[in-house]
T-cell receptor
Framework: AQSVAQPEDQVNVAEGNPLTVKCTYS??????LFWYVQYPNRGLQFLLK??????LVKGSYGFEAEFNKSQTSFHLKKPSALVSDSALYFC????????????FGKGTMLLVSP | GAGVSQSPSNKVTEKGKDVELRCDPI?????LYWYRQRLGQGLEFLIY????????KSGLPSDRFSAERTGESVSTLTIQRTQQEDSAVYLC?????????????FGPGTRLTVL
């Protein structure tokens, strides 16, 4: 069975500093990896995904993520955090064969202080 | 263009009542998914529709839960005899196809509270 771990319930960072939100996964076969963001009382918004190719994926709002196959990780990064980036971030995985259903991590709350 | 819409946005019901939640996917999207998000938890898959194929119901937690979809349009999720543990946000998503590489786009969710 596939699974996703987000080891940090919360990440605190000062505005202007770089941020990293961690994600590791377990899946048989090649993984397809996604990051979503959820603002209060809103649905999930798609940020970026890794399917194949370049391990560094760039997405919306200046976010990027690095796929590391040997470490089975897909950490979300941003060079300079904004207060408006404060939200709940979810990592998700689907696998190459068959299922398109996403398996989600429990989410990481990102708090950016002014 | 229009995104995924869900109604109602909030639903408060009494234990034992039936509720019906609605999802309008993005036009042209053939795949539709329902997920449940409990407080402090990630999303749990409930059910998946692809075109006119039989739905994948493997995530439904009990036979009190059912869902229908009319062709490639509206879907309704029905919860019968609601229990307090059904309280959650129910999220609907759609994607252009059912391919694992396709992005799922989510609606704003329906917050269900069972008293």
């Amino acid at each position: 069975a596939q699974s996703v771990a987000q080891p940090e319930d919360q990440v605190n960072v000062a505005e202007g500093n770089p941020l990293t939100v961690k994600c590791t996964y377990s899946v048989s076969g090649n993984p397809y990896l996604f990051w979503y963001v959820q603002y209060p009382n809103r649905g999930l918004q798609f940020l970026l995904k890794y399917i194949t190719g370049d391990n560094l994926v760039k997405g919306s709002y200046g976010f990027e993520a690095e796929f590391n196959k040997s470490q089975t990780s897909f950490h979300l990064k941003k060079p300079s955090a904004l207060v408006s980036d404060s939200a709940l971030y979810f990592c998700a995985v689907s696998r190459e064969a068959g299922y398109s259903t996403l398996t989600f991590g429990k989410g990481t709350m990102l708090l950016v202080s002014p | 263009g229009a995104g995924v819409s869900q109604s109602p946005s909030n639903k408060v019901t009494e234990k034992g009542k039936d509720v019906e939640l609605r999802c309008d996917p993005i036009s042209g999207h053939t795949a539709l998914y329902w997920y449940r998000q409990r407080l402090g938890q990630g999303l749990e898959f409930l059910i998946y529709f692809q075109g006119n194929s039989a739905p994948d119901k493997s995530g439904l937690p009990s036979d009190r839960f059912s869902a229908e979809r009319t062709g490639e349009s509206v879907s309704t999720l029905t919860i019968q005899r609601t229990q307090q543990e059904d309280s959650a946000v129910y999220l609907c998503a759609s994607s252009r196809t059912s391919a694992s590489t396709d992005t799922q786009y989510f609606g704003p969710g329906t917050r269900l509270t069972v008293l």
